[in-house]
């Protein structure tokens, strides 16, 4: 018992020591859950604090990567660039030596990424560089070919990281979307990546850069003394009508043709016509883009020309029933990757019709363009496509009634008539075949208007054109709707803009005064059950409108769907349309709906004429001739149809005739009264005499592609063809003489191209 006072003092310090292990072990686990954190604050937090010392970042070019044809080198504390082209040894560049500008566009210039933001305070967009911002790190790594740069503007916390590496003859400069962070207060809106690569200043080098508006265009590299002040900015694929509405509706109220869209997601640089030039090709991201080309004058006395990524959009919230409102941004960005893709050519190569055939080159390799032309050994006679309108709706005092304007009879006896005048080989997009005419049915039933014929006479007349070496195409849309159509009601099929209101827009026409958009999931339902319907009557070639040009991102749940989620959706209509409809004719169609048009209508011949422009070019006719047909607007709608003529011979473009078998006054108060000049007894002899006309040019090319064009002096032009065959066109109302032919006024020349 001597020994018991020593046994509280050694339990107390017993109890004491294990309180002490137990308390360490909770602290250790603690850190080590706190290391270990994933959330999206941690690794923000992770991701902009402090990092350790680093070398200074070089300011000299290094180089990074090489293969057998290009160098690429590194200005690592700009993340500038240069690429050796080592066939000829020239050099792009994307900064400029001593560049005259302030100090804002010095740092734009020299600067390898910009970007546009948001503060949760400001919802207008702030733009911010490389140079700009004092608080940043940049980390270079070293990849396979090339160079991974992980960005961080610390005072924003935003970041992303910026890979850059060479493929064969290529350069590809990707931003991973899952590289890209963000802070609560400041959100990402845009990225610009090397806005300057190949630009060069004033007139100091020989050249232009190649937009893609309407066929295409050229800006020339000239020192323009400030006379232009607005650049080339053009969305791909037109206005998003999902966000940017307000103009839209303006220009369908003012009355004026809208710019072309920009249908290609590309762009170029030409330093010296086949010389050297650079195309670049947005492959992602291209959804939300924009092409921007700047002429020299328009803020700096620079050209330059690059995409610009939309990572979220600004847009007005309605606030009130008058449409008041205040300006907010996207919440979520767009989830796409952003990656350009570079070709650099050389040579013959180095023009806009080599980044034509550069770009279809690439089509074909994505599968959107055959993989071989067009097989030679057809029919002899080039194609002729009418639109032919059927049935209208006229509005009346108690209800609207039906206006046949050219019944399946009339049409048949139309097109015995051109044969008998020489016109065989005919196509036709047949508009309001459906019950109900064409305006106001859509999305239409697919039942036939029993006023234009019975279902025994529309596949009569289908035959009668197979046999003439033709087709019968039943017109079509899957964009468009009216909340007339008893297939369409407002509420539950029609798309919801990013401000929650529906999709729709004025149509200022007396009928149905108001157009709305469907949205994607609604369509793909409307052209599931086409199919039955398709199969039911014997239709296997529809021509689809609107939504081959139309994109837009919409409302789905509550949550915002992006355009490329539209595509995508249409694509995969598209895919189980073709399961019966095999034969499928669209309407100007953008680059991602071509593996899906057998024939593609009214494609551009002009581009906009925008001032800073100094001529247009036929980049998607050289993309597309020999490898899918394709039809100019129509012909009875040209202001000018002599000259007009004179340019589908030069671009190899196939006729078109809007008609009705009816005078077109019958459609003044309908939603077709812009159709003045459509009756087929003005037009029969016009379009003999044009069609014999335009075979006589194109026949001896039908087969060939577009290899060459050359302004042989002003206002003639010669385009030379893969078979050996040229045609030279005189747009002047004098005779041309040259060493190759004389060519009468306002006339073409079909020659033999001299080896």
């Not at 207060?185 to 850069?209: E, H, N, R, W």
């Not at 709305?516 to 021509?543: L, R």
């Given at each position: 018992m001597r020994n018991n006072k020593w046994i509280k003092p050694l339990l107390l310090y017993g109890l004491l020591a294990a309180c002490i292990a137990f308390f360490v072990v909770l602290y250790m686990r603690g850190s080590e859950q706190e290391t270990e954190d994933t959330t999206p604050a941690a690794v923000l937090k992770t991701a902009f604090q402090g990092k350790p010392a680093q070398s200074p970042l070089a300011s000299d070019y290094r180089q990074v990567a090489e293969n057998d044809k290009l160098q690429l080198r590194l200005k690592e504390d700009t993340l500038a660039i240069q690429v050796v082209n080592k066939q000829s040894g020239y050099v792009w560049s994307s900064d400029m030596v001593k560049p005259d500008a302030n100090e804002t566009w010095l740092n734009f210039i020299q600067s390898g990424l910009s970007i546009d933001y948001f503060d949760k305070e400001n919802n207008n967009a702030i733009r911010t560089d490389l140079l700009t911002e004092a608080n940043k790190t940049i980390q270079i790594k070293q990849i396979d070919q090339g160079f991974q740069a992980t960005i961080r503007f610390n005072d924003l916390l935003i970041g992303m990281d910026l890979i850059v590496k060479l493929d064969g003859g290529q350069l590809v400069v990707t931003i991973p979307q899952k590289s890209?962070?963000?802070?609560?207060?400041?959100?990402?809106?845009?990225?610009?990546?090397?806005?300057?690569?190949?630009?060069?200043?004033?007139?100091?080098?020989?050249?232009?850069?190649?937009i893609p508006d309407g066929s295409g265009a050229l800006i020339k590299l000239a020192d323009n003394k400030g006379k232009f002040k607005t650049p080339y900015e053009a969305k791909i694929y037109g206005a998003n009508k999902g966000i940017d509405i307000a103009r839209i509706t303006d220009n369908l109220n003012d009355g004026?043709?809208?710019?072309?869209?920009?249908?290609?997601?590309?762009?170029?640089?030409?330093?010296?016509?086949?010389?050297?030039?650079?195309?670049?090709?947005?492959?992602?991201?291209?959804?939300?883009?924009?092409?921007?080309s700047y002429a020299s004058g328009v803020n700096t006395p620079y050209n330059w020309t690059t995409a610009q990524f939309i990572v979220r959009e600004s847009y007005l919230q309605p606030t009130s029933r008058t449409m008041g409102g205040i300006v907010v941004f996207e919440k979520n960005r767009n989830a796409e990757d952003m990656q350009l893709r570079y070709s650099f050519l050389e040579g013959e190569g180095a023009s806009y019709i080599g980044m034509a055939k550069a770009y279809r080159n690439y089509l074909i390799s994505r599968g959107d363009m055959p993989r071989e032309p067009i097989a030679a050994g057809g029919s002899a006679e080039i194609p002729i496509h009418l639109d032919v309108l059927g049935s209208e709706t006229e509005g009346g005092l108690f209800a609207n009634h039906l206006i046949p304007m050219t019944t399946v009879d009339q049409l048949s006896s139309m097109l015995d008539q051109l044969r008998a005048g020489g016109v065989s080989r005919t196509d036709v997009v047949y508009r309001g075949w459906n019950k109900g005419g064409y305006s106001g049915t859509n999305p239409a039933p697919v039942s036939f208007e029993s006023q234009l014929g019975s279902a025994n006479a529309f596949s009569k007349l289908s035959k009668q054109l197979a046999d003439q070496g033709g087709k019968l195409y039943f017109y079509t849309d899957y964009t468009t709707a009216f909340d007339t159509s008893k297939r369409f009601s407002a509420r539950d099929g029609a798309a919801v803009k990013i401000d929650k209101?529906?999709?729709?827009?004025?149509?200022?026409?007396?009928?149905?005064?108001?157009?709305?958009?469907?949205?994607?999931?609604?369509?793909?339902?409307?052209?599931?059950?086409?199919?039955?319907?398709?199969?039911?009557?014997?239709?296997?070639?529809?021509?689809?409108?609107?939504?081959?040009?139309?994109?837009?991102?919409?409302?789905?749940?509550?949550?915002?769907?992006?355009?490329?989620?539209?595509?995508?959706?249409?694509?995969?209509?598209?895919?189980?349309?073709?399961?019966?409809?095999?034969?499928?004719?669209?309407?100007?169609?953008?680059?991602?709906?071509?593996?899906?048009?057998?024939q593609l209508l009214d494609v551009p011949m002009h581009s906009s004429q925008y001032t800073y422009t100094s001529e247009a070019v036929p980049f998607e006719q050289i993309v597309l001739k020999g490898y899918k047909n394709y039809f100019a607007e129509p012909v009875n709608f040209f202001a000018?149809?002599?000259?007009?003529?004179?340019?589908?011979?030069?671009?190899?473009?196939?006729?078109?005739?809007?008609?009705?078998?009816?005078?077109?006054?019958?459609?003044?108060?309908?939603?077709?009264?812009?159709?003045?000049?459509?009756?087929?007894?003005?037009?029969?002899?016009?379009?003999?005499?044009?069609?014999?006309?335009?075979?006589?040019?194109?026949?001896?090319?039908?087969?060939?592609?577009?290899?060459?064009?050359?302004?042989?002096?002003?206002?003639?032009?010669?385009?030379?063809?893969?078979?050996?065959?040229?045609?030279?066109?005189?747009?002047?109302?004098?005779?041309?003489?040259?060493?190759?032919?004389?060519?009468?006024?306002?006339?073409?020349?079909?020659?033999?191209?001299?080896?």
């Open positions: 890209v962070l963000e802070g609560e207060q400041f959100k990402l809106g845009s990225v610009i990546v090397y806005p300057f690569l190949g630009a060069t200043k004033a007139g100091d080098t020989s050249g232009y850069m190649f004026a043709k809208d710019p072309y869209n920009a249908q290609f997601p590309v762009f170029g640089l030409v330093h010296g016509e086949q010389r050297h030039a650079l195309f670049g090709i947005v492959e992602d991201g291209k959804y939300n883009a924009k092409i921007l209101s529906l999709l729709s827009v004025p149509t200022y026409q007396e009928v149905y005064p108001t157009m709305y958009f469907m949205s994607a999931d609604y369509a793909k339902q409307i052209a599931a059950d086409n199919v039955s319907g398709y199969k039911k009557n014997g239709i296997t070639s529809v021509a689809v409108d609107e939504t081959p040009y139309e994109l837009f991102s919409e409302r789905v749940n509550d949550q915002v769907s992006s355009r490329s989620k539209t595509a995508a959706s249409y694509a995969s209509m598209l895919e189980q349309l073709k399961t019966q409809a095999s034969d499928m004719a669209m309407y100007k169609p953008n680059d991602y709906m071509l593996r899906y048009a057998d000018n149809p002599r000259k007009e003529l004179l340019t589908m011979i030069e671009t190899a473009s196939y006729p078109t005739y809007y008609l009705t078998s009816e005078q077109a006054f019958r459609l003044a108060h309908t939603n077709s009264r812009e159709v003045f000049a459509s009756a087929f007894a003005d037009w029969k002899n016009n379009i003999v005499k044009t069609y014999k006309q335009l075979n006589d040019a194109l026949a001896p090319v039908q087969y060939a592609t577009i290899e060459t064009r050359t302004v042989l002096a002003a206002g003639v032009v010669q385009v030379t063809y893969s078979n050996g065959k040229a045609i030279i066109v005189n747009y002047n109302d004098s005779v041309y003489t040259g060493k190759e032919a004389t060519v009468a006024p306002l006339g073409y020349q079909v020659i033999e191209v001299r080896t």
